[in-house]
């Protein structure tokens, strides 16, 4: 059983910063590529950063300039750095990673509960 679980989210003014954690737990083998989607009401889910084990990044146009991504991969976290928040990033933010259970195993997408996050203007 693998588990996802973030932190971090909360209510921040336009302007200011937050830092989103997620840790991953549980049989875990190997991670490939990790990161950060988001959700706001009435709209889809949408990418707003991955990284990959070797620390490449992609970023949401959104995103860029204003979040960055890291992780750690001997703990099995990824964080999100967020800065200058705008009202426009308020969504419920989602933690995902592509987890091998074990040796032969395929690759498979797991995804954390999400955290709210609200900017208020």
């Known amino acids: 059983q693998v588990q996802l679980v973030e932190s971090g989210g909360g209510l921040v003014q336009a302007g200011g910063s937050l830092r989103l954690s997620c840790a991953a737990s549980g049989s875990i083998f190997s991670i490939r590529d990790m990161g950060w989607y988001r959700q706001a009401p009435g709209k889809q889910r949408e990418l707003v950063a991955t990284?990959?084990?070797?620390?490449?990044?992609n970023y949401a146009d959104s995103a860029k300039g204003r979040f960055t991504i890291s992780r750690d991969n001997a703990k099995n976290t990824v964080n999100l750095q967020m800065n200058s928040l705008k009202p426009e990033d308020t969504a419920v933010y989602y933690c995902s990673a592509d987890i091998r259970r074990s040796w032969g195993r395929p690759l498979n997408a797991y995804w954390g509960q999400g955290t709210q996050v609200t900017v208020s203007s």
């Open positions: 990284i990959t084990t070797a620390g490449s990044t």
